[in-house]
């Protein structure tokens, strides 16, 4: 940017004590990013792409907004408060003068509300073009890419798996193995941005796995909108793609399976029992009831019976011994009676489920349920209250006392006063912070339990046993399978630059 005064005498000025004719505030690559993340482990995956793309082509991811010249904030839509929080954000990066470039759910969404005005968007598909818009932005450019990902007119899972990315623990490889769902939930605004499934081919996926593990990565989620729905858009099926993990995961490392709606699970039951028996697969699977009452799943066309669910848990927990089943509800959707609230009520008494997700609900925008007649506020508040203290009233983890466990360490607690490991049931084992735990599978002796936690003491002649076939790479560090230099993209940015209008928003 050269400088716009018309008197040479001033311009002779500048130059003969040198002072620079380039701000390099608007040198794209050169400025310091925040970025925040709301929701799920499928949202998280793009933002750790995001951030891995954005630093290999020279901009500098930072832990402190305050120090950064552009927010990047990745949304949620599921519930209000998320959504909340992600408008504060963007109001409260405004005030500081900041740039702000949005991505996730919220904004592929609903991109005209008024609060996202001016603002440039990522869409949830568009992952792969961060910098660009980035780029852009920071020029003081509106920019929006809220496309999908076509092959042939078939829709794709979204973003390629070999993009640069920064794990936030390099020990933990999230990988998404499909966007979208084949549901139409009345309550659900995520199907608004994420649409119908689109699956990634076991190949890529497969490839994604083994890249992580060559990267010291030990433990893997596999993260989307609904797991059990996986591969029935390519001709092939999640029990598939499952068998072709599990022979590239090193001994001791681990798999934990995402999210699945109870009717796509039900035809694989044999087979997913079999899976999760696996000694390098965690017995662990979270598969959301909302609802006991088949009339209120109904009006949430959630597409199956409360016996169906049923059917899901009995079988996994006689032919997975010590399997962890966690679930959701939600607590005062439209027209949920007491009676219904009851029936649900009576399926924790009966189930006493280890983890439990219980929602309070939010009508969002758009969505069939926001039109239904709603249970008032006061109900809803005292359900969800009552629910709670159901779930409270039991200790799930009160007869691991005294048993002896392997146990994966991987990630610090919140107080920074242990290190947290997971057993093979998925179950969170406080370790003492030892640094040559992290990253090692070793043997315990569970000592106390608590509500959502067990603590185990190291066996004192058992020796770690390290699952990462290579040294993990360093927190902060990119990954990724290709080479990124600074500012080269798939897409010309000539051709880029080209669609932006006079306006400065593309089109």
């Not at 925040?34 to 954005?54: F, I, P, R, V």
């Not at 797991?227 to 092939?236: K, N, P, S, V």
């Not at 007869?399 to 920074?416: C, M, N, P, Y």
């Amino acid at each position: 940017v050269f400088s716009t005064h018309k008197h040479d005498t001033r311009l002779k000025e500048r130059q003969s004590f040198k002072v620079p004719l380039i701000n390099s505030l608007l040198i794209p690559g050169t400025q310091k990013i925040w970025m925040k993340t709301w929701g799920c482990s499928h949202n998280n995956s793009d933002g750790e792409y995001m951030a891995g793309q954005l630093a290999a082509s020279g901009y500098k991811m930072t832990d402190d907004p305050t120090q950064a010249d552009l927010w990047l904030l990745n949304s949620c839509t599921v519930k209000s408060p998320a959504e909340d929080h992600f408008r504060n954000s963007i109001k409260k990066a405004q005030e500081q003068q900041k740039k702000v470039v949005v991505a996730g759910c919220v904004p592929q969404a609903q991109p005209r509300m008024d609060y996202l005005k001016g603002l440039s968007i990522i869409g949830v598909q568009q992952i792969d073009r961060v910098v660009e818009v980035v780029d852009e932005a920071v020029k003081g450019h509106s920019v929006r890419l809220l496309g999908q990902k076509k092959d042939g007119g078939r829709r794709l899972g979204g973003a390629r798996l070999d993009l640069p990315k920064i794990r936030k623990n390099p020990l933990i490889e999230i990988i998404s193995i499909n966007t979208g769902c084949l549901n139409a939930c009345t309550y659900c605004k995520t199907k608004h941005a994420r649409g119908d499934l689109a699956s990634y081919p076991i190949e890529e996926l497969v490839e994604r796995a083994r890249q992580s593990f060559q990267e010291g990565v030990c433990e893997i989620w596999l993260t989307s909108e609904d797991t059990g729905a996986y591969g029935r858009d390519i001709g092939t099926d999640l029990p598939t793609l499952l068998w072709k993990l599990v022979e590239e995961i090193p001994e001791g490392a681990m798999l934990r399976l995402g999210m699945t709606n109870p009717p796509y699970i039900l035809e694989h039951l044999e087979e997913m029992a079999k899976i999760l028996n696996h000694p390098r697969v965690y017995a662990f699977l979270h598969v959301p009831v909302q609802s006991a009452s088949d009339s209120v799943l109904m009006d949430m066309k959630r597409e199956y019976c409360i016996d169906d669910f049923k059917r899901v848990v009995d079988f996994l927990r006689d032919r997975v011994p010590g399997v962890t089943i966690a679930t959701d509800i939600i607590c005062g959707f439209p027209g949920e009676t007491d009676a219904d609230f009851q029936e649900t009520v009576e399926l924790v008494k009966d189930y006493r489920f280890p983890s439990l997700f219980i929602n309070q609900f939010y009508p969002r925008p758009g969505t069939p349920a926001a039109k239904m007649e709603q249970v008032p506020a006061h109900v809803k508040k005292q359900r969800t209250k009552e629910l709670s203290q159901l779930f409270h009233s039991y200790n799930p983890y009160d007869h691991k006392i005294g048993e002896r466990q392997h146990v994966l360490v991987t990630e610090e607690s919140f107080d920074a006063q242990y290190y947290v490991a997971h057993n093979k049931f998925y179950e969170q084992v406080l370790v003492p912070k030892r640094a040559e735990f992290k990253g090692m599978m070793i043997e315990v002796d569970i000592y106390e339990a608590g509500k959502h936690f067990l603590k185990g003491r190291p066996v004192e002649d058992s020796k770690p046993f390290t699952p990462s076939i290579a040294a993990p790479l360093q927190k902060g560090e990119v990954s990724g399978l290709i080479e990124v230099s600074a500012h080269t993209n798939t897409h010309s940015i000539c051709t880029f630059c080209s669609q932006i209008t006079n306006t400065g928003s593309v089109t």
